[in-house]
């Protein structure tokens, strides 16, 4: 158990005997040292009423802290029914058997390729690594994305439309792709984008990525729906390790106002207000995982009770996050903190120059991965409407408003391009949470390695020495918005039957 | 049998014995509690005399109901072969044996995934359940179109060329999807389209939807060429459940004249006069299905003898359209009915300009789900076109003059593209047919909660709090009209060979 | 034997006794009652000198026959060799074995699908029939095309850029697809295009198609290189039934003008020269053919000795061809004929002005069915650029100048976009030809009546009821030029081998 | 051993003897006749130490030769370490083991099919003749290019997105394709590019090259990186053979012009300075290479030690390459040399035009094979901006500037369309290394054979009787630009796992 952090959304504790309550009529369950009396949420669950009551009256935090944001069970059960805290020594340990499928993926995570042999990040993301390395949730959760997942391969396929024109001839001895964001040092032009719930892939979730950054000069976006508590990932960081914030707002600001403040307080750098969310997107790779066993983690995903039967687990854990925000709460904003506001989910230049007048200092152009809006653009190429409509409006880049560009990025090239159109920075989510998930923190150091490799080959070779000298003549984004072709539509090519000819009946061909 | 339905075609009725013309030289039999003599149409008939002649001086209603429209026989029977009524109670019952391919389907349908699963209409139409549902007739009469089935692909393809210009920061915490439809109140800016002979597919055909369409107050357009009659739909009808009429117009007048007046006697509320349909297109699938037994079902797909014998089910239950069908007839549709009037297949801003004109309601954008003219545009594609056309003759929208758009839809986010760009509503025909063969009455609810889960999720997310805030802002249609792809010719594929390189002879490589 | 047929090239005549010529040192045969001294040709014959020896002293008619145009021995033989008449009655005959891959064939041809089953022209062509029943031979020759065959794929898919823009609500009663070309009646707007070789795939070769087009009021245009001489072909026309020829001039310009105006002495009614073939192209199928065994068929596709033995039989085939021709013949055609005079292969604006210029009849947009430059654009999209040059130059289109298109025609739809392009009429040949090699004359019949039948139809739907009816606003040609895509590069992709990410060694996925 | 070469980068000689120094703590080795103290560079070396120490205190010429650039040991030692001469009888020979694997292989190579079947350049590449045929590390690295592979395909598609417009009617009897390349006779528009390491494919390595080219009239480019050391190359030429020679800069400039001053001495008649490759490509094929053996083929793909584990070969042989090479090292090579210095991997209208100030006297559009910056645009894609941009600056073609194309040749008709576009002549490197690799000199001469043909018959087909006749308007380039497709992602379509629909759970479909 650790010592008591600090949770965004309460801090009531109070001590209190459970053995008693351990039945559907009175169910008590401990999470991280604190009873709840969850007898009238047994129901409500989306993993069922079942895994819950195989800890009736014990101690639960083991199955539900790989699966649950740490603000789940607090946000679900309203306050009356937050009992205090427990001696956890006192309550009887339920005995975890470890399953055939379980010890299968062991098996295969000990015969994963040694780090040497990934040479790309795409290498981390393979069905051949994570794919069979993660537990079926893990894959479904972070894979998915919304819809006919058109714009998550879009977002891939944006940037190889995006062609180079290098240069040649200059001395390019000497190249560095170091930068600053939002004023803050970054060995790499890239932060780490926010991505929830680290723990489904790795038990230390995302402490990975915190000690490999703070080794390396990265920034990290804390995660609201981090799986680690917001305290442990600051405890873990380098003192002045700079770190931003990514934020859902809930529907009860002052929940909101206390987190923010806490975050400025520990000495974040940056508060990316997600504004692309108002619901979570319908993933129906998450929605599809079927009902596997008893197993906390795969019951999460079972096809929940009544209405609410088809929703995953992206709807569960987001029913905090609230869709009247507006642009009528940024001066809100503005006064409970200083750090720079940068609103993550920007699309289109309306609302970019909407940004900009409203005093912010920077947006992000992103379509959430892919799992919100299905058949929006990429990030990338709205940057050149963007980019477009802000010339018009003050300098170009504007050093007082940053525009970050995340989704699809695989390669140093890829952020490169994005830089020349004029971003500040990239963020990269999936690919270091692959990182983590397969090879914990060394797997993200070696992504780290990966990126500055191709970053010190790119520059060289476009004729680049720092990041000043890319400049938009040295890329062709003519093809970006030309759509020449829409990721493949899987669902409706899996009901077309195509036509057939006419055949001679006994005819082995 | 059921009280005495209105008939459209004839209201004749007299009754007699029939047991001793049961050969082929004098064969009568009863159809719908009416008796026919049919002796000389047996070599005309497109399933064969042989399937016939089975049911001989007895009761063939429930052989000939699935597979024909109610006026088939009728059409297809000079009237003096009408007999008249019969005691159905007095004739022999034959016993129909269920084949072996029959049992596999049942057991088939009975491991059915359960509703919980299905996630997305595609999940209905797909070749896992629908296909193996289906009798074979089934699915090549609803899944077939015409030619190279180019426009059936392109339908769906269009909308995926259209990309989402999502704005930020709204107070979406309502979010409305409700509309009116040519006055009649929607709770979805999606209509039920015509699809004809629903019994193929369900015992109960039409009347799925219609029941399903009262209860959550949807608007059916029944087709002609329902396997129910009429009234049996219109009976089953909530009462002021909202409903339109599709017409196929009859060679002879008078006969569309009664069926337009009884439809509006009975209330329904919009007249879908088919103008893409002077013939009905060669649909190869369909016509391909070999002859598969003595059933009726396969029956009507075997080829047909003489020069009919490669024309299809489509072409044989047809032939009363009529193709001198013009605009000339256009006021005299005026003349009989008060209803708003819509065409239902223009493609044209020259035909958008000359129905404003002729002075109907509305136009569909339609290419009769691919079904007729192969390589024709998409509906939505001509949306724009049409659009810019109408815009210079008058308000756009304009209230007084619908635009709707149909196939290819299988996604809400497809029906808010079409919206965006204009239309005044969507229609969804093979998406909710397959809802309702796979799952009966049930299924076309969940499709309905399907559409409205999306609806919500896909609003907020687009700023959009209702569909009047859906705005030609909110899309990049610019890739729409490029034709960036053609899909895939299969035919010609298949004939293809491709080029092969020199090989070493002996190598297994 | 057939009556003395008026051949091209040579008309002498001589008898003579031969069975004393057997060997390699004297080597005489007979073909078609003639007797050749090929002693010295042994060496040079294409398909190598041990299927000649077979035959030495003897009648090889039956084996020279399928494989070789009627003038390939004259032409490739001095005349001097040319040793006169035989009565063919006093030589032996050589015993042809039927091999067990022939035995095969003849029984899948006798399982192939009965006509009715035959829906468009694609079937016939088809690897399921057309594939398994021509010898490997004749599909070699016939489906080949040059180099990467991009320029075969591309003739297709370019129909299928254009997208239809159909009219509604006209009387389509009765709709009329007839024509005149070149001031000829047809019952389709379309004739059967020169393609070499027909008895490769069928015994009576291209006589099936003279007698159907007789029926049925089809044109025909007789190749140079047909396997039945001129005048079998002529004589198996019914009187009156036009005809056109297809010419490659001779390097002997006196054969070339005995060939042209023997046709117009025999009622021809217009001389199509070929100008895009100076010489033939090299067609990698063709050519990749194996030595198969002993048989003829196979044997003059084995690798020729010295340095012609990778050329194939087209090259072999054609040395006759005059490389030299011009545009300065062209009045010397004028001079020796009266028929009208149209170049077939013309590509380019500038070409078409010039043959207005030169005052021939007409042009066929053509590449030859994508058998010689590949890579050279379809006819179907030169069409717009020709148009838009000869409306400069007087009417559009011009009753005194017509321009043709073929290549990759399959459905009546291909045609309409044609003629809605402003084609006078449109050329099949692999179609035809398929259906001959398949079904023979009954074939071809079929393949006219398919044609009809969509014409019918897709006239009816674009609301054209006849010819004159159709204009280029009934199409969207649009994509027509942007080459959206390539056809695929089968022999790069065969030698590429995709990039591979890392993976678990011991894992089976 | 031959005799004494000349060396670019030493000529220093020294005579001792080496027994005693087989150990790890001392470690001589002899390459080429010169000994070598090896002992601190054991750890450093890219294929291991164990290598190494087989051949310890003897000859390792024969294991070092097939896959080390001539000067790799001596750049690579610091001189201190270079002992001397040895005399090579003196010492043991090492036993080479045939392998099972190369036993394999050497069977393959007895099964190639003849040279007869060889039909075009794709036919020596493909995967059943040289994948099979090669050594697997010499199919890593020449197959390889640099990152997701997208450019070395592109090169070729790009290509294909040329279309011809052919001219008809011009007298085609005589066509002639030779030209001159820097004022030197070619027989073909071709000349031979570099490429590296030709040993690894073939035992005689670039001296198939050199060998062809004198018999058939082509120029050779002598890279620097070749196998064979430079003055072998030059002695394997006939005399007034006419040469290139490839340069990439060394660090120490002395060498550079003591090697450009020796080629220039030899009669080299052109420098081609490598102006893309600042540092060698990360090339993920090569690079993933697994260790297979104690071979020293294989060994050097072996992952490196420490930091330098994944770097490959590439990286291995290149580090003497200066990135500091600047436009302001131009003049110094004016200086140090006659020969006409031409830019190779130029790539935008800006550098063309700073070369043309700078007074070269040419440059190559490159883009080194895709090997260098992926997502590079293809040469013949910036030819067209190039060729815009030249003709503000002076005559086009210009005779005193010449702009060469390389990358994705496969065909004589690329080469044409290159031509047609103003490129003075072309570069094929892969396509003739694959030809020896496969068949040795006899390959490339087939290789030679091949275009030539293609060359006769596309110029025929274009009615251009000699390069001059080449104009623009022969082709269509008008979709190049348009990248109207990426070459496919396969690295993320193998991580991207396409969605799925809902099942029967227990159904064989």
New interface residues.
């Given amino acids: 158990m650790k010592s008591p952090d600090f949770c965004w959304y309460t801090d009531t504790c109070i001590t209190q005997t459970i053995s008693e309550h351990a039945s559907r009529d009175s169910c008590w369950i401990i999470v991280h040292g604190k009873v709840y009396d969850v007898t009238e949420f047994l129901d409500e669950h989306p993993g069922g009423s079942k895994i819950i009551l195989k800890y009736a009256g014990n101690d639960a935090t083991e199955a539900y802290e790989p699966i649950h944001p740490p603000n789940a069970i607090i946000d679900n059960l309203s306050s009356e029914k937050h009992l205090g805290d427990v001696d956890p020594s006192t309550v009887t340990k339920v005995v975890k058997v470890t399953s055939e499928a379980e010890k299968k993926r062991q098996a ?1 995570i000990a ?3 040694p780090l ?5 990040l ?2 981390f ?5 994570a ?2 390395i993660l537990p079926d949730t893990a894959w479904a959760y972070y ?1 998915s994305a919304s ?4 714009t998550i ?1 879009e977002n ?2 944006a940037y ?14 000497v190249v560095d792709w170091s930068t600053t964001i939002l004023g803050q040092k970054s060995s790499l032009p890239v932060y780490i984008s926010a991505t929830a719930l680290g723990k489904l892939g790795h038990p230390d979730g995302e402490l990975n990525l915190t000690r490999a950054a703070g080794k390396h000069g990265v920034i990290q976006m804390v995660p609201t729906l981090a799986s680690c508590s917001f305290d442990e990932i600051l405890d873990a960081a380098q003192p002045d390790q700079p770190l931003f914030l990514q934020l859902y707002v809930n529907r009860d600001r002052s929940i909101t106002k206390r987190y923010v403040q806490h975050a400025e307080a520990r000495g974040v750098k940056g508060l990316f207000i997600t ?5 979570l ?2 993933r ?2 998450d ?2 995982m079927k009902f596997v066993g008893d197993d906390a983690g795969a019951k999460v995903q079972e ?1 929940m009770s009544g209405v609410r ?2 929703e995953g687990v992206a709807r569960a854990i987001s029913s905090f996050i609230d ?8 001066p809100w904003f503005r006064g409970i903190t200083k750090m720079p506001i940068i ?1 993550k ?4 230049p ?2 970019a120059i ?1 940004a900009l007048e409203a005093g912010v200092q920077g947006i992000v152009l992103s379509n959430h991965g892919g799992r ?6 990429s990030g990338l190429e709205n940057l050149i409407e963007i980019a477009a409509a802000l010339k018009t409006r003050g300098p170009w880049p504007n050093p007082n408003f940053s525009v970050f560009v995340d989704g699809g990025v ?2 140093a ?1 890829d952020v490169l391009k994005a830089l020349a159109l004029g971003a500040s920075a990239v963020g990269i989510g999936r690919g270091f949470l692959y990182a983590f998930c397969s090879y914990g923190e060394a797997g993200v150091e070696k992504a780290f390695k990966i990126l500055g ?2 970053f ?3 520059l ?3 004729g680049a020495r720092n990041l000043n000298e890319l400049v938009p ?1 040295m890329v ?1 984004a ?2 970006l ?6 990721p ?5 090519d ?14 082995k ?1």
């Avoid at 993301?125 to 690594?129: G, L, Q, R, S, W």
């Avoid at 919100?372 to 653009?377: I, N, P, Y």
């Avoid at 899996?494 to 005819?507: F, G």
Wanted: hydrophobic share 35%; proline share 4%.
């Fill in positions: 295969l015969k994963r390729p040497d042999e990934i040479l790309n795409h290498d993301e393979n069905k051949a690594i794919k069979v894979s819809d006919d997942e058109i391969r891939r396929a190889q439309r995006v062609w180079f024109r290098p240069r040649i001839l200059r001395d390019v001895t504004v692309d969310a108002p619901q997107g319908r129906e790779k929605m599809r096809n039967k088809d869709p009247s925000l507006s642009w009528k709460d940024i609103l989910g920007v699309s289109t309306e609302d909407l919100q809006l299905d058949t929006s653009r695989r390669r090239s490799e191709e010190e080959m790119n060289r070779l476009l003549e062709d003519s093809a918005q030309a759509h020449v072709s829409t493949k539509d899987n669902l409706f899996s009901t077309y039957q195509p036509l057939r000819l006419a055949e001679i009946k006994a005819a061909l």
